[in-house]
């Protein structure tokens, strides 16, 4: 469905944003009697809860942690009177994984997908100059056609319990900003930009859909007032002389205002801010502009303390600092679009992003990590589930494409994270979703996947979808590891003379390879998860990337330290982090510093 839900709510001359963050009465709903006891109009209790934030790390008690079911949200917001007449709306930025939404008792939409917005529209039910209720139920329960991939398991004591396919922590609630939101009838609804060079001029190609047949006008601006091109009609070519160019470490960004006009009258305005650059691949090499990129990175996650998976701008500032002082230029949105705020901030601080999609635990297993390396088969993708499956993954890359399309930063689409692709039954699915990426993405950005350990050269049978590999990678550190290190680097040789053989012509990126380091570990000689250990390993690593020149990128796990489902094999979380949870440098941090910023293109 495409609506203006899409595009970032701003105040313009026609449209208003009210944040509707703060404290929300909460409630869990493990008996399931809330919708037959009404909690649409009123939830019984007490207790409430900020949003935006996960709800499992508030509270003392385990049952509230591990919640897994439906929990309600209610707050009371004022529409003001102003508003009537225009479109009134009520914008998630989003709900994990789940959400049906209730506005004064009515149910107003129900919407699947954890990781991108959805917007109530709420024009018809709305009391003006009034306050009014509003519910949003949130369900957290995981499952085979859930994107991300799960299960949900009921204990012995009757509890459900999130099984995930994958081993970050099943945060969830109402993560983002939820935002009341008002904008004409006859609207703007969505943008789409293309881009290409001629001399040292750019041509913006531009495409404005609208609800109405009223003309459409479109204007440039360098810096606040300087109009440096303009245009009409809902479909042109904007000449911008003498481009700033969008670049690594140079986010130059003009305002592009759209309008449709009625004579003088404005009926509707939006605006956006925009990069302009090129990304392209040629033959193993990524180009930026033209000129070939190196990717040096992360992989990350949302995640902090207290707040789990929910929005933090501060933390998110402290991520992009701690990426320009160790001389990074990428991020891998691993494994779910993330919250739009960040992209922003990419894209005014000239980082590259590889966006993914949430399609994580296409691979049935509860330890993936641990099973990356046998060779494990589980037919994942010829379970009678898989059409369930692809519906939800190809809405969720329609919608984050339809969302991320403007942004300077995002510069690849990672459709899936460490799927089966050993069993032929993948590859119409992989056909499926490819083909969506490419059809949704007016700039044809290049499509990747997130390749685990058993996607070989002589077995996988998706690799040929991907304009570049990426390779999550481990030798070292989950098979040949500590003492067998030498072994390690050795296979990892052999692996990739064998991608060599295959003469793919096409770049290869290391999305993934990290070893667990506990920060206050140190051992001389180094054993596993010491720092000295850490250090060693991505030595090891860097000497075969740089042994191969169509390595084009090292995103390494992880940025930090993140919160992940308890167990034997992960010590209160997942500690690959350069950083620790709390963002601090670990001493690998000071290595990828030296490394990362001796050349700084
Ligand atoms: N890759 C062998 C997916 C990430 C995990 C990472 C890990 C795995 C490794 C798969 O989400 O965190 O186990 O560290």
Redesign the pocket.
């Known amino acids: 469905m495409k609506t203006c839900q899409m595009l970032y709510p701003r105040d313009t001359a026609t449209r208003r944003a009210v944040s509707m963050d703060g404290m929300w009465r909460f409630q869990t709903d493990g008996q399931q009697e809330g919708r037959d006891e009404h909690w649409m109009d009123g939830l019984p209790g007490t207790d409430t809860i900020p949003v935006p934030a996960s709800f499992q790390d508030f509270y003392t008690d385990k049952d509230m942690r591990e919640f897994t079911g439906d929990v309600w949200y209610e707050t009371d917001v004022f529409v003001p009177g102003e508003w009537e007449g225009q479109e009134v709306a009520i914008r998630f930025g989003c709900a994990a994984h789940r959400a049906e939404v209730y506005v004064n008792g009515v149910h107003m939409i129900s919407h699947e997908g954890g990781f991108l917005p959805f917007l109530a529209v709420v024009t018809k039910i709305v009391r003006y100059n009034a306050f009014n209720k509003v519910v949003a139920v949130v369900n957290n329960e995981l499952n085979v056609t859930s994107i991300p991939c799960g299960e949900t398991k009921v204990l012995g004591n009757g509890k459900k319990m999130a099984h995930p396919y ?3 922590f099943n945060y969830s609630g109402l993560l983002r900003p939820v935002k009341l939101i008002t904008y004409p009838k006859e609207h703007i609804e969505d943008l789409s930009l293309v881009h290409t060079f001629q001399g040292a001029d750019a041509l913006v190609h531009y495409q404005v859909e609208t609800t109405g047949e009223h003309p459409v006008t479109v204007e440039v601006f360098d810096g606040l007032s300087e109009k440096i091109a303009s245009c009409t009609g809902k479909e042109g070519t904007l000449v911008i002389p003498h481009v700033h160019k969008w670049d690594i470490r140079d986010g130059y960004l003009y305002r592009f205002v759209i309008r449709i006009m009625d004579e003088e009258t404005v009926i509707d305005e939006y605006h956006d801010y925009i990069g302009i650059r090129t990304i392209q691949i040629r033959g193993t090499e990524i180009l930026l502009n033209g000129r070939s990129v190196y990717l040096k990175g992360f992989g990350k996650h949302e995640d902090s303390d207290i707040v789990g998976r929910g929005f933090n701008m501060g933390v998110m500032k402290r991520d992009l600092e701690c990426m320009k002082w160790i001389g990074a230029n990428c991020f891998r949105t ?2 779910y679009p993330y919250s739009e705020e960040i992209y922003q901030m990419a894209d005014r601080e000239g980082i590259l992003v590889i966006d993914e999609v949430a399609a994580v635990g296409l691979f049935k297993s509860l330890m ?2 641990m099973e ?1 390396s046998t060779g494990r088969e589980t037919a994942f993708f010829q379970a009678p589930t898989i059409p369930a499956l692809l519906e939800n993954h190809l809405q969720c890359v329609e919608d984050m494409i339809c969302r991320d399309k403007n942004h300077a930063c995002v510069i690849a689409w990672s459709l899936l ?2 799927p089966e692709t050993t069993d032929a039954a993948a590859v119409p699915y992989f056909e499926k979703i490819f083909a969506k990426a490419h059809e949704a993405d007016p700039q044809k950005r290049p499509r990747t996947f997130a390749m ?2 058993n996607s070989l050269p002589h077995n996988c049978k998706c690799y040929p979808f991907s304009d570049f590999l990426s390779l ?1 990678r ?1 030798y070292g550190w ?1 098979m040949l590891g500590g003492y067998e290190i030498s072994d390690a680097e050795n296979a990892f040789r052999k692996e990739l003379d064998a991608w060599e053989a295959k003469e793919l012509d096409k770049p290869v990126v290391f999305t ?1 390879y ?1 070893a667990d380091t506990n920060p206050a570990e140190h051992k001389l000689p180094s054993v596993m998860w010491s720092q000295e250990y850490q250090i060693e390993y991505l030595e090891m690593c860097h000497r075969v990337f740089d042994s191969y020149p169509f390595v084009a990128g090292e995103l390494v ?1 992880n940025f930090a330290d993140f919160q992940t489902t308890e167990g034997i094999l992960r010590m209160n979380g ?1 500690k ?1 982090g350069i950083f620790t949870r709390q963002r601090q440098p670990k001493m690998a941090a000071y290595y990828y510093k030296k490394r990362w910023t001796k050349d700084l293109s």
């Open positions: 994958f081993d970050f691993s494994h993936n990590f990356a994270n460490e685990i350990m999550n481990y989950y993934e990290g796990w997942n690959k």
